[in-house]
């Protein structure tokens, strides 16, 4: 497995709590994303980083923020946690742009939102 | 706005059968074409096709682009019941951004 760790590994949480989600990669790669899986959607991406303090918005950015203040860690942030924000969180990386090579992904975490 | 359906959404098969994953696309400037494998937890990368890479081959598993006819097949031939998962196709267009299809639940009957 591509060294990516996501945590935590699964989280309840009560709607209008802040939540934050946490990836760690060990590759030195520039690139990270954040995507939701849901059951009809498969998966969609929130937000990407392409350096150091470099983000941009994806599909579904809606309620979520992220900083990147280290190459090896992408936090994404959960302002204020909504029962739509009940998901699968994946975290992926590559060495260069979506596209031109292959994302590897974490092991994922469940968030759910009551 | 760049696109990608697979089909069929499921498939039950019986070990030993050899099966055909279709995923078709709408892009405005293409760049690559991926497939990925996913169990229980992450999507695993099988393949990528390119323009200049559009047959790939690992084992039991191999793929083809049709950048004429928009789509990309995956095959598995004399499937087992470890190829049982959800194959993911995903699309990398003109945006940097890869678009993923919904994926086609395989289940591989001993």
């Known amino acids: 497995d591509a060294g990516i760790t996501q945590s935590p590994r699964h989280k309840v949480t009560e709607t209008g709590t802040p939540v934050t989600l946490r990836c760690h990669q060990t590759?030195?790669?520039?690139?990270m994303y954040w995507y939701r899986q849901d059951p009809g959607h498969g998966l969609r991406l929130i937000h990407y980083?392409?350096?150091?303090?470099?983000?941009d918005k994806g599909e579904v950015s809606d309620g979520y923020s992220v900083s990147r203040s280290k190459t090896e860690d992408f936090l994404l942030t959960l302002e204020s946690a909504t029962s739509s924000q009940t998901s699968v969180y994946f975290c992926?990386?590559?060495?260069?742009?979506?596209?031109?090579?292959?994302?590897?992904f974490g092991n994922g975490t469940r968030l759910t939102v009551t | 706005e760049d696109k990608v359906v697979q089909s069929p959404l499921s498939l039950v098969v019986h070990e030993g059968d050899t099966v055909t994953l279709n995923c078709s696309y709408e892009?405005?400037?293409?760049?690559?074409l991926l497939w990925y494998k996913q169990e229980k937890k992450a999507p695993t990368f099988l393949f990528m096709l390119?323009?200049?890479?559009i047959e790939k081959k690992s084992g039991r598993l191999s793929s083809i682009l049709d950048k004429k006819e928009l789509f990309s097949i995956l095959n598995i031939t004399a499937t087992q019941t470890g190829d049982s998962a959800i194959y993911l196709c995903?699309?990398?267009?003109?945006?940097?951004?890869?678009?993923f299809g919904t994926g086609t639940l395989l289940a591989v009957q001993p």
């Open positions: 390119t323009s200049s890479g």
């Open positions: 980083s392409y350096g150091v303090k470099d983000t």
């Open positions: 590759e030195n790669h520039r690139y």
């Open positions: 892009v405005t400037n293409f760049r690559s």
């Open positions: 995903a699309l990398g267009g003109a945006t940097n951004k890869l678009i």
């Open positions: 992926a990386i590559s060495e260069r742009g979506q596209g031109t090579t292959p994302l590897h």
